[in-house]
């Protein structure tokens, strides 16, 4: 199974952006904790990361076109109002799993309780940190075989 891991904006920056609300493990702490999962589950894994909204578009769709079987999607901020994301997940025909590490409706900005991609997707995974990539992982892997 191959499964293409897109991690969208200030995600590179995991450790140092605001610690107290997404910890202190690094983005390559994140890309090794998911190597080693998928490892364990026997899942090729593709793990890429963009600041851009048209670089993840290309990313989605790159992943239709050299089929893919799943996609597991943090898009940071993107999720809050990007209707072209959305409308990419719709136009792709593979399994995309929303994932936030952190649970934006607990959140105290407004503007993150909105999530508009979440609609689109198989499944969305919060508040679990790096583990819900994991739960991801799993979920696509039974919803692929369905």
Do not use: W
Request: aromatic letters at 8%; hydrophobic letters at 40%.
């Amino acid at each position: 199974m191959r499964i293409l891991i897109i991690n969208g904006p200030n995600l590179n920056l995991l450790g140092t952006r605001e610690p107290e609300v997404y910890g202190t493990d690094t983005y390559a702490d994140l890309e090794t904790f998911l190597r080693a999962e998928a490892k364990e589950l026997n899942i090729d894994i593709t793990i890429r990361q963009s600041n851009y909204e048209g670089a993840i578009l290309d990313l989605m769709h790159h992943a239709a076109s050299e089929r893919y079987e799943g996609i597991i999607l943090n898009a940071a901020a993107y999720s809050h109002y990007s209707y072209a994301i959305r409308d990419g997940i719709k136009a792709i025909s593979i399994p995309v799993v929303n994932v936030h590490l952190t649970d934006p409706a607990s959140r105290p900005e407004a503007f993150r309780h909105t999530d508009v991609i979440k609609p689109v997707c198989v499944a969305t995974i919060k508040g679990k940190g790096f583990v819900g990539y994991v739960d991801a992982l799993r979920l696509l892997t039974k919803e692929v075989i369905r």
